[in-house]
């Protein structure tokens, strides 16, 4: 257990709708990423939240957004759903310029 | 742009039989390079972070070392466990972020 918490794990839904993706850090990491990894991308910046508030914005859709809550944990909620955003989607948490640390990801798979 | 390519993007070694993983990068001031390790279906886990040229890290059969251009994982004697994607990133002056290159697919055959 790395101490990042993602949920769900899996995700089925379909073109269209609209889901949540939540992530809680490991205890006492201020700094919230997102990463998207596809088959033939990569891991991707999407955003960075530091203690509630946007820090950076990688190449991150229109249809999707983010938050960081005051408990530190944060949602990325991605909208009108596309086959292509069938992914991978990890959050990572990090203090300071060592470890970033990564959860287990959530599989979304859109039909 | 900051940019990381790794190098070869498979590679299969009988167990063994040493080698190393690539990584070059292009960056605007370098603070830190770091190596993850990532099992199928898996997040991403934590190797290494190396900050400047000439600096080495070693954990069991694993071996970082960095210069100005570029990182090397440098791997002793593999064991089928150690059969994963490695992946290289860097982060750079001004962000907190880090830039992913696409990943070593490691295969050790016993």
Known sequence: DSGVTQTPKHLITATGQRVTLRCSPRSGDLSVYWYQQSLDQGLQFLIQYYNGEERAKGNILERFSAQQFPDLHSELNLSSLELGDSALYFCASSVGRDGYTFGSGTRLTVV | ?110
């Open chain 2, 1 to 110: 742009e900051d940019q990381v390519t790794q190098s070869p993007e498979a590679l299969r070694l009988q167990e063994g039989e040493s080698s190393s993983l690539n990584c070059s990068y292009t960056v605007s001031g370098l603070r830190g390079l770091f190596w993850y390790r990532q099992d199928p279906g898996k997040g991403p886990e934590f190797l290494f972070t190396l900050y400047s040229a000439g600096e080495e890290k070693e954990k069991e059969r694993l071996k970082a070392t960095l210069t100005k251009k570029e990182s090397f994982l440098h791997i002793t004697a593999p064991k089928p466990e150690d059969s994963a994607t490695y992946l290289c990133a860097v982060r750079g002056w001004g962000t907190d972020k880090l830039i992913f290159g696409t990943g070593t697919r490691l295969q050790v055959f016993p």
